[in-house]
Nanobody, 114 residues
Framework: VQLVESGGGLVQPGGSLKPSCAAS????????MNWNRQAPGKARELVAS????????DSADSVKGRFTISRVNAKKTVYLQMNNLKPDDTAVYYC????????WGQGTQVTVSS
């Protein structure tokens, strides 16, 4: 199993980013997928989740209405569309499957600053 995130970067407040997570070694469509984040000095936070098959999604209250998780099974890729970014969204964003004891990517840095 391998998860590789990309697409982070520096963006101004109010801007948008769409990190992606390339998955391999397992069947993406049958797996629950999560995006988590961790800011310096803070606990890791579950940001968004997507259930397998039907693809029911959920997101943390802190990002609800601004972040959307999606996937393209044919590309074996999971995305996190982030709109109206705020400085508090600054963190390393990680893709994950299998929960806390599952598989994790190396993370991609997102910095929101003017």
């Amino acid at each position: 199993v391998q998860l590789v995130e990309s697409g982070g970067g520096l963006v101004q407040p109010g801007g948008s980013l769409k990190p992606s997570c390339a998955a391999s070694g397992f069947v993406l469509s049958r797996s629950n997928m999560n995006w988590n984040r961790q800011a310096p000095g803070k606990a890791r936070e579950l940001v968004a989740s997507m259930a397998p098959l039907g693809g029911t999604t959920d997101s943390a209250d802190s990002v609800k209405g601004r972040f959307t998780i999606s996937r393209v099974n044919a590309k074996k890729t999971v995305y996190l569309q982030m709109n109206n970014l705020k400085p508090d969204d600054t963190a390393v964003y990680y893709c994950n499957t299998g929960g806390n004891r599952g598989y994790w990517g190396q993370g991609t840095q997102v910095t929101v600053s003017s």
